[in-house]
């Protein structure tokens, strides 16, 4: 049973379930509006934009990949392809990113998906003291450190830019 507070959804109690379990004890935050880019999360919670941790869902080789990127930075599919030795990624359909992550854009987890997703960190969020990610919804977001991310997701630290 969740000890998620009444005010979440099912997806952010979600969250919160998987990111207890890993032992990160920041608490979803619901924002007063929805939060659909980093410049609006930042906005909302006074902090950087840089220290947004944009949870984009991409096709690579035809499989799911979260890529956790610093909200400052755009991912470079090509760059990234090259890095990891692998053919093409490209952004994920709306459906495809639901069908992956049981979110929508906008709304992505880093965890809380129906299954475990490859996932890639932006390195740049090491920068930051406390990052923040989406909480399953657009309008939900929750605070961890860069090394809490990394283990949440067992995500391969990577150059995105």
Known sequence: MSDAPENLRTRSRLVHDAIRAAG?????????????????AAAALGVEVGAIANSLVFDCDGSP?????????????????????????????ADAVRAATGQVIGGVAPTG???PLETIVDEALAAYPEIWA????????FPMTFDQLVALTGGTVQKVD
């Not at 990160?24 to 609006?40: C, Q, R, S, Y």
């Open 24 to 40: 990160i004890t920041g608490d979803i935050v619901v924002l007063p509006d929805a939060a659909h880019t980093a410049a609006l």
């Open 134 to 141: 989406a909480g399953g919804t657009p309008d939900t977001v």
């Open 113 to 115: 998906h129906p299954a």
């Open 65 to 93: 990949l979260l890529v956790m990127t610093s909200g400052a930075h755009r991912v470079d599919t090509v760059a990234l392809a090259e890095r990891l030795g692998r053919g093409k990624i490209s952004r994920a359909s």
